[in-house]
């Protein structure tokens, strides 16, 4: 049987004392006195970092079994508790009488089927989507994209793709993609100015002589929109636009606008 530490005699303790192993430079120090120091400061830093070593490997240690049982109980106990507080989670009676059961997509034996209802997939903007206008001549096309696409009220709007989406019946869905992923200088300027934009008036006419001539798929268009501004301060000005408009199968539709 192994001998209490407490009931070592002095001899043995001198005997241990003798058999620790001390650094050269500690059994070189020059008197007993300096040594005997010289030893009990290395036994305390030696303990020192024994201790902080036991400490770390304590806490890199995998989960003790007395944690593991704690956690056990903490979640035997949550599942009691849902069990008594909250019957209808589990598909229990809820302490009425009335059996609550979970929802289930399978019909009961007997009962019709029922279609489940359409989910409605958010739709991309663009003219297919857009409620159906009179496409039947270019010049009214260009006039309405151009009236609607500069109308513009951005306390409302909040994105300069409001006014693209009110245009868009009258916009290629390329266009509108376009028009909807950049922007737009002059909504930066309006929000700015803090202004709300009203089109009173558009023309419409040739193209300058620079551009394409019109064949019976494609015409080109140059339309001077005159817009009152309201914001900070008040003013009109004029936007011109050159107008690209091509023929759809459901009629025609501005597929380019250049002076943006």
Do not use: C, F
Not at 11 to 26: F, M, T, V
Request: charged share 25%; net charge positive.
């Amino acid at each position: 049987m192994t001998k209490n530490q407490d009931d070592r005699t002095p001899e043995e303790w001198r005997e241990l004392l003798a058999s620790y192993s001390y650094p050269e430079e500690i059994k070189q120090q020059d008197g007993r006195r300096a040594r005997r120091r010289a030893k009990k400061a290395h036994r305390q830093d030696a303990r020192r970092q024994t201790t902080a070593w036991v400490r770390e490997q304590r806490r890199r240690d995998p989960l003790r079994p007395t944690g593991a049982l704690i956690i056990v109980a903490l979640i035997l106990g949550l599942g009691l508790g849902a069990r008594y507080l909250w019957p209808g989670l589990l598909g229990q009676d809820d302490g009425k009488g009335n059996p609550t059961t979970t929802a289930s997509a399978t019909a009961a034996p007997g009962a019709p089927a029922v279609d489940p209802p359409a989910s409605s997939s958010p739709s991309s903007p663009s003219a297919s989507s857009a409620p159906a206008v009179d496409r039947s001549d270019p010049d009214t096309v260009a006039r309405e994209a151009i009236r609607l696409y500069l109308t513009r009220n951005p306390p409302e709007d909040q994105r300069h793709t409001a006014a693209v989406l009110r245009a868009a019946p009258y916009l290629s869905p390329a266009l509108v993609e376009n028009l909807t992923a950049h922007q737009d200088p002059a909504w930066e300027k309006l929000v700015s100015r803090g202004g709300v934009s009203t089109v009173t008036e558009v023309t419409v006419g040739p193209a300058g002589k620079d551009l394409p001539a019109d064949t019976p798929l494609r015409v080109w268009r140059k339309t001077v929109a005159t817009v009152d501004v309201e914001g900070y301060r008040n003013y009109t000005e004029k936007t011109t636009l050159q107008a690209e408009v091509t023929r759809a199968d459901d009629g025609w539709q501005v597929s380019r606008l250049l002076g943006l």
